[in-house]
């Protein structure tokens, strides 16, 4: 199994932007498909934004135009740009593998507040 362990989030004010990054703790160049995930305050957790290996990116319509997905799979990496962050944002950001989820990591929590 890879782990997956996420960094980046903070307090923001709306408007402002975040980088989350995901540090897999092994190769992901043979996982298809990486996504970015959220689940916010009394909410089911949700698939905002994946990216296949060839770099193709699909995104929640909620984020659409806001966020930016990337992956290094040289390094073992995902990011997540967030730019224009709303309210509805808030939430805790998890990274995992699409088809075949492996065990979830901590998250990292994006609170988006003035």
């Known amino acids: 199994q890879v782990q997956f362990v996420e960094s980046g989030g903070g307090l923001v004010q709306p408007g402002g932007s975040l980088r989350l990054s995901c540090a897999a703790s092994?190769?992901?160049?043979?996982?298809?498909?990486m996504g970015w995930y959220r689940q916010g305050p009394g909410k089911q957790r949700e698939l905002v934004a994946f990216?296949?290996?060839?770099?193709?990116?699909t995104y929640a319509d909620s984020v659409k135009g806001r966020l930016t997905i990337s992956r290094d799979n040289a390094k073992n990496m995902v990011y997540l740009q967030m730019n224009s962050l709303k309210p509805e944002d808030t939430a805790v950001y998890y990274c995992n593998a699409v088809t075949n989820p492996q065990t979830w990591g901590q998250g990292t929590q994006v609170t988006v507040s003035s």
């Open positions: 990216i296949v290996t060839d770099t193709r990116t």
């Open positions: 092994g190769s992901i160049t043979s996982i298809y498909v």
